[in-house]
């Protein structure tokens, strides 16, 4: 059982940055598989990005390629989403969430979800 807390979130004009982080309760958070998500009102919840259970493999959607930085710090249960050179349509809810197993960019395939955190970039 994992249980994830997004913080970070907020309002940032366009070309700004914002880092998000994802704490994680349990022991064997560094078994998980990780991932960000975001949910822009009316629209499905999209990959944003994902992280092995090392850090040392990363996966980016094409849309933010270059831009997001994933990362993790097993030892503070941590998981990190660095957003630079942000543009309006980077505004949603972005989600943090966990599985077991290999990589996955679907949001039916993670186990574990926080509740969400709020990024708005203004134009």
């Known amino acids: 059982q994992v249980q994830l807390v997004e913080s970070g979130g907020g309002l940032v004009q366009a070309g700004g940055s914002l880092r998000l982080s994802c704490a994680a309760s349990?022991?064997?958070?560094?078994?998980?598989?990780m991932g960000w998500f975001r949910q822009a009102p009316g629209k499905e919840r999209r990959f944003v990005a994902a992280?092995?259970?090392?850090?040392?493999?990363?996966y980016y959607a094409n849309s933010v390629k270059g831009r997001f930085t994933i990362s993790r710090d097993n030892a503070k249960n941590t998981v990190y989403l660095q957003m630079n050179s942000l543009k309006f349509e980077d505004s949603a809810v972005y989600y943090c969430?966990?599985?077991?197993?290999?990589?996955?960019?679907?949001?039916?395939?993670?186990?574990?979800w926080g509740q969400g955190t709020q990024v708005t970039v203004s134009s």
């Open positions: 969430a966990a599985k077991t197993g290999g990589f996955g960019d679907y949001a039916a395939q993670y186990n574990y």
């Open positions: 992280v092995t259970w090392s850090g040392a493999g990363t």
């Open positions: 349990g022991r064997t958070f560094s078994s998980y598989f």
